[in-house]
Nanobody, 115 residues
Framework: QVQLVESGGGLVQPGGSLRLSCAAS????????MGWYRQAPGKQRYLVAI???????NYADSVKGRFTISRDNAKKTVYLQMNSLTPEDTAVYYC?????????WGRGTQVTVSS
């Protein structure tokens, strides 16, 4: 069983930055694809960024050039550096891990971009 715990959310002004972290338990972190999803009120959850076990990376078009996903296998942690934040980035951000047919979710961390 894998547990994911997100941290780093909060309130930030437009144009600001935040760094989200997701710490994983268990021994298979390095084998898992790790992703960040977000869900705004009244909207569906969707993929923001993903990094595979081989460190291939993809981003949603809405965050390309502003967000950076990275992973530290030794710390069993995945990060999401978010720059140039706008109010449209306001959402609950969820960490996701996939290994074969198993999928795991964190509980989410709130990011609010407002002046």
């Amino acid at each position: 069983q894998v547990q994911l715990v997100e941290s780093g959310g909060g309130l930030v002004q437009p144009g600001g930055s935040l760094r989200l972290s997701c710490a994983a338990s268990g021994s298979i972190f390095r084998l898992m694809s790790m992703g960040w999803y977000r869900q705004a009120p009244g909207k569906q959850r969707y993929l923001v960024a993903i990094i595979t076990s081989g460190s291939s990376i993809n981003y949603a078009d809405s965050v390309k050039g502003r967000f950076t996903i990275s992973r530290d296998n030794a710390k069993k942690t995945v990060y999401l550096q978010m720059n140039s934040l706008t109010p449209e980035d306001t959402a609950v951000y969820y960490c996701n891990a996939v290994w074969y047919r198993d999928t795991y979710w964190g509980r989410g961390t709130q990011v609010t971009v407002s002046s």
